[in-house]
């Protein structure tokens, strides 16, 4: 039975993850707040923790020692937009510390667990192409999530283990149920576990949807600054 770890598998895209994995006969790990979400659900182990928390992690990546894993998916997220004309640095220290710092812990503990030809899965957003207004601490997590991904990609090669980057676009899930924007080619979570799927088993390096969605925010990002500016004054947030 193969091995999986994935974060934030207590909701959203990750439950959907956990689910269809563990349906396609995986040993799911699901690590998140509310291990409750994920009881009864054959093949899978909740580890409930707070993945901010270091000493957690460690205790974690005890319960799995014996097992190696074949792939570790490092998904949890999420996303508080800033009032500009009073900047939360607490707010902003929240959503590095979900977003980027745990993924430093869960490799701390977990990447030695991975075995040779395994594969490794960092969730960024298609908000790396585009700037977005109030979109500060979650768009700089996702840009440090490419740059992490790219430099582990050169670092794992030699151990043969894939490195993949999912780039999801707009997804209903609880997180984006609170988005007060209108949400181009939004995706259920049934569609965006399927694709992220489907990229892994082709073991993609870059696993980014809806194209059209990509292609729109690639294409506004080549224009002028000024130009972009006027596009996206009618949608102030980013997401």
């Known amino acids: 039975m193969k091995q999986l770890l994935i974060t934030g598998a207590t909701s959203g895209i990750g439950l959907q993850l956990a689910k269809d994995y563990a349906a396609d006969g995986w040993h799911v790990w699901g690590c998140g707040r509310h291990g409750i979400a994920l009881g009864g659900i054959d ?7 707070d993945i901010t928390d270091k000493q957690a992690w460690q205790q974690a990546a005890a319960q799995v020692a014996e097992q190696s894993l ?6 949890a997220g999420t996303c508080e937009y800033q009032q500009i004309e009073q900047f939360d ?19 701390q503990f977990l990447l ?5 030809g395994a594969q490794l899965a960092l969730t960024g957003s298609a908000v790396i192409h585009l700037p977005f207004a109030r979109a500060e601490a979650y768009g700089a997590s996702k840009a440090a999530i490419h740059y992490l991904a790219q430099s582990l990609q050169r670092d794992l090669l030699t151990q043969n283990i894939t490195v993949s980057e999912i780039q999801p676009g707009f997804v209903a899930t609880p997180l984006t149920a609170h988005n007060d924007f209108n949400m181009p080619w939004l ?6 576990s399927a694709r992220i799927r489907q990229g892994l088993a082709r073991r993609k390096q870059i696993i980014a949807f809806p194209r059209r969605l990509l292609w729109t925010l690639k294409l506004i990002a080549h224009l002028p600054i000024t130009w972009q500016q006027r596009l996206l004054a009618e949608h102030p947030r980013g997401d």
């Open 43 to 49: 093949n899978v182990t909740p580890l409930a923790f």
């Open 70 to 75: 074949d792939l570790i998916m490092l998904h």
């Open 89 to 107: 640095g607490d707010s902003f220290a929240r959503v590095i510390n979900t977003n980027l710092t745990s993924i430093g812990y869960c490799l």
């Open 112 to 116: 030695p667990k991975l075995k040779p």
């Open 187 to 192: 995706m259920s979570v049934e569609q965006a």
